[in-house]
C-alpha cells in the first residue's frame, strides 16, 4: 500500500500543465487515525515533498464505522476545503483514492477546460475490478468513480457524502447524482482514458 500511495501521489504532482495541491486524508477507522497520519507525515519527509504541495489534513468526525468506508472522515474533509472561509483557496475539487494512478496527460486534458470555469469534468478510466477494461463515463447512476471527476468548489460546497438507500458504500455515487441537480450544473465528459484505479 505505502508504493500505491507513493505512486499515486507523484501521478498527480507530476502533471505537466499545473501542480495540485494534494492533501491526504486516512480514513482508517478508530485509533488507527493518529499513527496513520503519523506515517502520513513521516512518508511525506522521506519523500521530501514541500507541504505547500502535499499535506496531511486531520479531520474530526463524531461518530465512526467500519463500514462506512471512510465516508464520514470525507465528508469532514471536504466541507473545510470547500468552506467560503477555507484557508485552502481552492477553486476545484478532485476527491480520490491512493490505489489511483494518474497519466501525465491528465491535466493537459483537464485544464482546457478547467480555464474556462467549467462546473466539472470527468473522465473515462480503466478498472482493476473490470480486469482493467475502459470504462466510459457518465455522471449519474454510478457511471462515474470517484477519482474520476473535478468539481468545481462552489458545486462541491452544495453536495455531501451521506449514507444511501444501498448503505455507505453508494456514497459516492450519490453525491455525483446530488450535484447533477443542483441548478446550472453541466458536467464535461472527456471520453478518453486518463487513470487507473489499481
Not at 25 to 30: A, H
Not at 77 to 88: C, G, H, N
Not at 94 to 105: E, G, I, Q, R
Request: proline share 5%; charged share 25%; with cysteine.
Amino acid at each position: 500500500m505505502v508504493a500505491q500511495r507513493h505512486a499515486f501521489i507523484y501521478s498527480l504532482l507530476g502533471q505537466r500543465r499545473c501542480r495540485p495541491s494534494v492533501f491526504l486524508v486516512d480514513t482508517s477507522p478508530g485509533n488507527l487515525t493518529t499513527a496513520m497520519s503519523a506515517q502520513l507525515r513521516h512518508e511525506l519527509d522521506v519523500l521530501r515533498l514541500p507541504e505547500s504541495h502535499v499535506a496531511v489534513l486531520d479531520v474530526p468526525v463524531d461518530t465512526e464505522d467500519e463500514k462506512d468506508y471512510g465516508y464520514r472522515k470525507t465528508e469532514s474533509a471536504r466541507k473545510l476545503l470547500t468552506a467560503e472561509d477555507s484557508p485552502y483557496g481552492c477553486e476545484y475539487l478532485l476527491v480520490t483514492n491512493a490505489d489511483n494512478l494518474y497519466t501525465d496527460k491528465w491535466m493537459r486534458y483537464l485544464f482546457a477546460h478547467l480555464r474556462r470555469g467549467v462546473p466539472g469534468v470527468a473522465s473515462d478510466w480503466l478498472d482493476h475490478n473490470f480486469d482493467f477494461k475502459r470504462l466510459s463515463v457518465s455522471w449519474c447512476n454510478s457511471g462515474c468513480d470517484l477519482g474520476a471527476a473535478v468539481v468545481r468548489v462552489d458545486f462541491a460546497r452544495q453536495a455531501a457524502f451521506r449514507l444511501c438507500k444501498h448503505g455507505w458504500y453508494d456514497a459516492d455515487g450519490c453525491w455525483f447524482d446530488d450535484i447533477a441537480k443542483l441548478p446550472g450544473f453541466k458536467p464535461t465528459l472527456v471520453h478518453t482514458p486518463l487513470f487507473v484505479h489499481q
